[in-house]
């Protein structure tokens, strides 16, 4: 059974740093989902593509996050500089779009911030 | 925006019993209700959802019921299991017009043995 593949599952960094985190959606699937979800809350959008454009970025902090997905395949989430309020695990979702919504997720990144 | 809010917070039933969970959304163009189950360290995995032109789902043990005059839908797990324990997330989305998922806080739910 295809996956949502995400790399790395772990990430320990201290703040004022760069991180980066990666996504590998369902093959064929257009519509691509970052979430960020913190302990003992549900996922929330940061940002949604569908195929390599940006269609919903309003919840994602642009002064210090970015994403792409530049050929509309695989993506990257990048947090520059990193501070102690993002711990979280970031959950990268994938979809086929287009009248079929249902969203399959990744096992995520869990960033911790020092 | 959709806000959605899911009671209760934890939910701890006797194996064989039966677990409810409930979510109101605020929104009345929503018209996709899914339901995810996330166990301790895995990701979330829809296991049943629910469109807005039918009022009851079900499948095997779970069933979804969806009364959208009130705006709210409800999970129910019957004859619950030890594997049943795991954290349960509803959400809401307007479907054709904007794919993005509005997530409840979720429930914990512990079957006790």
């Known amino acids: 059974e295809a996956e949502v593949a995400q790399s790395p599952r772990y990430k320990i960094t201290e703040k004022s740093q760069a991180v980066a985190f990666w996504c590998d959606p369902i093959?064929?699937?257009?519509?691509l989902y970052w979430y960020r979800q913190i302990l003992g809350q549900g996922p929330e959008l940061l940002v949604q593509?569908?195929?390599?454009?940006?269609?919903?970025d309003s919840q994602l902090p642009k002064d210090r996050f970015s994403a792409e997905r530049l050929k509309g395949v695989d993506s990257t989430l990048k947090i520059q500089p990193a501070e102690l309020g993002d711990s979280a695990m970031y959950l990268c979702?994938?979809?086929?779009?287009?009248?079929?919504?249902?969203?399959?997720f990744g096992a995520g990144t869990r960033l911790s911030v020092l | 925006g959709e806000n959605v809010e899911q009671h209760p917070s934890t939910l701890s039933v006797q194996e064989g019993d039966s677990a409810v969970i409930k979510c109101t959304y605020s929104d009345s163009a929503s018209n996709y209700f899914p339901w995810y189950k996330q166990e301790l360290g895995k990701r979330p995995q829809l296991i049943i959802d629910i469109r807005s032109n039918v009022g009851e789902k079900k499948d095997q043990r779970i069933a979804v019921t969806l009364n959208k005059t009130a705006k709210h839908f409800s999970l129910h797990i019957t004859e619950t299991q030890p594997e049943d324990s795991a954290v349960y997330f509803c959400?809401?989305?307007?479907?054709?017009?904007?794919?993005?998922?509005?997530f409840g806080a979720g429930t914990t739910v512990t079957v006790r043995a």
């Open positions: 093959s064929g699937h257009a519509t």
């Open positions: 593509f569908q195929d390599e454009s940006v269609v919903d």
């Open positions: 979702a994938s979809s086929l779009g287009v009248a079929k919504n249902i969203q399959y």
């Open positions: 959400a809401a989305s307007k479907g054709a017009s904007d794919y993005k998922l509005s």
